[in-house]
């Protein structure tokens, strides 16, 4: 569709929230339609249908915000280019072992040193997954870009990145519950919903940073992820017992 203008304008037209259509109607309709198709015709939200690369409903995978405990390992993925650079962070639940995205950034047109310290905010502490021979870099780029991502205050390291098997991978977690996205990363969602093969089943590569950047991180939590230390507690003035039995 064409840029939206005063002259015309666009309508999401679904049966959510229809009034003529009962609520177990809409279930019955919800239920009988591929998982692809469901926010595409229940909600009237743009689909790719079964050239989606993760033909699973967002509302599937999305969970609401919360705050990631101080002892859950953490790591992000980041993927350079200049019109988009973006990062995204994976923490894992040591208990279920489920991995959650839980935050983002995407900036394009800006120096390395501008997304370093954008990154640097949510934890110097964190390590990360760049992929250095994305968006067509050479070997020596990739190292060069490391090197002054290095610089910068950043710990990186290469990433992951043998594209089908990390797309098969995140699919997998996706499908059986073992990664989830926070509902408040937009732009995440908004490549999730677009992200797609072409008539060849080639991956198309358009607007799809952020997801790559979310495959490095999977594919390379167990190398980058870590819990940040906690400084050692002052001793100096911690009253001792001087009879561990007496109380005194």
Do not use: C
Request: charged share 20%; no cysteine; aromatic share 10%.
């Amino acid at each position: 569709m064409g840029e939206i203008s005063g002259s015309k304008y666009m309508v999401n037209a679904g049966w959510i929230d229809v009034p003529h259509i009962t609520a177990k109607a809409q279930k019955d309709l919800y239920d009988s339609t591929p998982p692809y198709l469901r926010e595409a015709r229940s909600k009237g939200i743009p689909s790719l249908g079964s050239g989606a690369i993760y033909p699973i409903p967002l509302e599937e995978v999305s969970v609401e915000p919360f705050a990631i405990p101080t002892y859950w390992k953490r790591g992000y993925g980041l993927d350079v280019g200049w019109n988009a650079t973006a990062a995204i962070w994976i923490a894992q639940d040591p208990d279920s072992m489920v991995r959650y995205a839980y935050a983002e950034y995407r900036q394009g047109q800006a120096l390395p040193a501008v997304h370093a310290t954008a990154i640097k905010a949510r934890g110097p502490w964190i390590r990360g997954a760049i992929d250095p021979a994305s968006r067509g870099r050479s070997q020596d780029e990739g190292k060069q870009l490391i090197a002054t991502y290095g610089a910068l205050g950043l710990q990186v390291i290469p990433g992951v990145n043998a594209v089908e098997a990390g797309l098969f991978e995140v699919w997998t977690a996706l499908s059986v519950g073992r990664l989830k996205l926070f509902t408040t990363l937009q732009s995440l969602q908004g490549e999730y919903r677009l992200y797609r093969r072409d008539e060849n089943g080639k991956v198309v590569k358009q607007n799809d940073h952020g997801l790559d950047a979310m495959r490095y991180a999977f594919m390379t939590f167990d190398r980058i992820a870590t819990v940040k230390l906690q400084a050692p507690v002052d001793q100096t003035n911690v009253y001792r017992m001087g009879d561990q039995k007496a109380g005194y």
